[in-house]
């Protein structure tokens, strides 16, 4: 566990690698030594409908979701390591944003 989905918008097809993207904040997450490789997960959505404050802004956003339990330090790191990695790699992206949410229990899986 954890999940790291990453939220995009839709014109950054055309300026940056999304397979990279998703590889950099993959990479960002499993640098902070809290999760094994074998069960982190991540996966990218564009966005083709949105709204900022200028119309058109590109952005960023990545929500990794997590098991509940860890202290608030340990989050706020997550989310900085992740933020730093993606932001460094997409430079010319008006907005990036990384969010740190836990899962209640209502979490379920199955392994086949």
Request: glycine share 4%; proline share 3%.
């Amino acid at each position: 566990m954890p999940h790291c989905v990453v939220e995009y918008s839709a014109d950054l097809e055309e300026t940056l690698s999304i397979d990279e993207l998703i590889e950099v904040a993959h990479q960002a997450v499993l640098s902070s030594g809290l999760f094994r490789p074998e069960d982190t997960k991540s996966r990218a959505y564009p966005c083709h409908h949105y709204k900022t404050i200028s119309g058109d802004d590109s952005f960023i956003h990545i929500v990794i979701k997590i098991l509940s339990g860890r202290q608030d330090e340990v989050r706020r790191q997550l989310s900085q390591t992740v933020l730093s990695a993606v932001s460094e790699f997409s430079s010319g992206v008006d907005t990036v944003t990384v969010e740190v949410v836990d899962l209640d229990s209502s979490y379920a899986k199955i392994i086949r």
